[in-house]
């Protein structure tokens, strides 16, 4: 009988805990009880997620008895434009297998899960550094031979098991593989320990992967819970998505009100919009408008981390039986900002302004390990994220909203004689995101744009100023020290700041008394 001329070739990639190694072995008990030689090689990723764990696995399409005691000659890496099945685990890593070639348009099929686990290089910019998703769905169409691409993660959760079981059904199902459904769930009953819930992920993953795979069913929940949100007819449809989210941003952080408020402030933007192309300005102004409003704080924590739907979540996670005990234990480091931040402005101005003197505000960070699966430590969280009704009465909310309204005043302002600047302005908001250090740096650096360029006389030209601030901007997110930034405003004839000082500071070494 013809021999084929070469094996199946197959690459894997997948994330710590998510079974990369399960599904080689799967594959490789599927292959076998199909009595066709197998091979597979695995190399390990790193940590703090920069990469994935590889796997490769070669299937010779042919029985053993039928190669008369020969054996096949396989390779233990993968070559580019050889493979003629990729499968990753998350989207990003689809995408750096065609960045290295590993997805042809002739040879590779790309079974890929379309959730995104942002890596460190993403969450470690002062903007938004999230690569585009679009991008990487894009090229998946242009670059293999067919791609199959649908939430794995979803419905691994929905079957109560790991993303490797949906992975090796939408693989099945693709009908890429020597190896018929019965056999490959065979294997997956070999392993024992959970597989009835891999076999419940594996069917999902077979019919999602038969019908040619189907974007994420967490969007079309979303969208659903998203166009309950009513818009008022002066925003035109382009704008109607973003302003949804943020509308039910503002919704699950205060109250319907604070919705209102939301468009309230909205509405004057979008009336000298109307003549912008796309709205534009509209859309940034209510995507930066949005996340400002529902700025962190320790209210906003405390809520968060005691909802039904994150412990939930953690159970799916760790795969726990019903009536299985789970314990979470929160690492909390609050400090004098933060509690001043809750009080009302009449007591937490005096203790600022006392822990700045004494040198305390930053040293009085208490360390904190609350289980919130005890009574005691729900309790506490809860109390604390019952103060949301007083939230308005305190100094932080009275803070962010009188920056707020600066803020959108020079944005309308603009707006009126010059769409550009006011597009600048608006997208300054970005600099404003998350808490603690990282919060202040974005809003000193804010402020330092506004004093200097949007409200102050160093630029008159409305072109030359919308460019000054753009390249102010881009500096303050591209550099946490703030160089670039002075650097840009000394460019416009503004005096820098000098560099802030950074201590040094002399540990003794254990058991030494001697410093280090």
């Not at 009988?1 to 894997?12: G, H, K, N, Q, S």
């Not at 390990?369 to 009465?393: M, Q």
């Amino acid at each position: 009988m013809a021999l084929p001329e070469r094996p199946v070739t197959i690459l894997i990639a997948a994330l710590g805990g998510e079974g990369g190694g399960v599904l080689a072995d799967w594959i490789i008990a599927a292959a076998n009880l199909r009595d066709y030689p197998v091979q597979s090689t695995s190399i390990p990723g790193v940590a703090q997620r920069t990469g994935a764990t590889t796997y490769y696995v070669e299937i010779y399409p042919a029985k053993l008895e039928d190669l008369e005691g020969r054996r096949p000659v396989m390779t233990l890496t993968p070559a580019p434009s050889y493979v003629d099945v990729m499968v990753a685990s998350e989207l990003l890593e689809a995408g750096r297998a065609m960045q290295n070639g590993y997805v042809t348009p002739d040879r590779t099929t790309l079974i890929a899960s379309t959730h995104r686990i942002y890596t460190v290089a993403e969450k470690m910019q002062m903007g938004d550094g999230r690569f585009d998703s679009e991008v990487v769905l894009k090229a998946a169409k242009t670059l293999a031979k067919r791609a199959v691409l649908f939430d794995m993660q979803a419905q691994a959760q929905a079957a109560g098991t790991v993303i490797s079981a949906v992975m090796f059904g939408a693989l099945a199902g693709s009908g890429v593989l020597p190896l018929s459904r019965g056999e490959c769930e065979a294997a997956v009953r070999a392993g024992g320990k959970g597989a009835e819930a891999s076999l419940k992920g594996f069917a999902a993953g077979f019919d999602a992967a038969a019908e040619g795979g189907v974007r994420g069913s967490y969007e079309e929940k979303r969208s659903r819970a998203l166009s309950e949100v009513k818009l008022r007819p002066v925003f035109p449809p382009e704008t109607h998505a973003m302003l949804r989210e943020g509308a039910s941003r503002c919704i699950d952080f205060q109250n319907r009100r604070y919705a209102v408020l939301y468009f309230d402030r909205l509405e004057p933007i979008t009336n000298l919009d109307h003549a912008a192309e796309g709205f534009t300005l509209t859309i940034e102004a209510g995507r930066f408008l949005a996340l400002w409003m529902c700025y962190e704080d320790v209210i906003r924590v405390a809520d968060l981390k005691t909802r039904r739907s994150r412990f939930e979540r953690i159970r799916e996670e760790v795969q726990a039986k019903p009536g299985e005990p789970v314990h979470v234990t929160e690492f909390l480091k609050p400090g004098v900002e933060e509690l001043a931040a809750v009080m009302p402005r009449l007591v937490a101005a005096p203790l600022n302004w006392l822990a700045r003197i004494t040198g305390l505000a930053g040293k009085l960070n208490v360390g904190l390990h609350v289980k919130t699966t005890s009574v005691a430590g729900f309790a506490l969280l809860r109390c604390l994220a019952s103060l949301r009704p007083l939230r308005p009465l305190t100094s932080r909310w009275r803070e962010e909203q009188a920056l707020i309204g600066r803020w959108l005043t020079a944005v309308t302002a603009a707006a009126k004689h010059h769409p550009g600047l006011a597009l600048e302005i608006a997208l300054c908001g970005r600099l404003i995101k998350g808490y603690g250090e990282t919060h202040a740096r974005g809003k000193a650096n804010f402020l330092r744009i506004f004093d200097t360029l949007v409200e102050g006389p160093a630029v008159g030209d409305p072109d030359a100023r919308a460019a000054a601030i753009r390249a102010a901007r881009e500096g303050a997110l591209a550099d946490p020290e703030g160089r670039k930034l002075e650097q840009s405003l000394e460019a416009q004839g503004i005096t820098p700041l000098p560099p802030k000082p950074k201590p040094v500071k002399f540990m003794r070494r254990p058991g030494t008394g001697k410093a280090a």
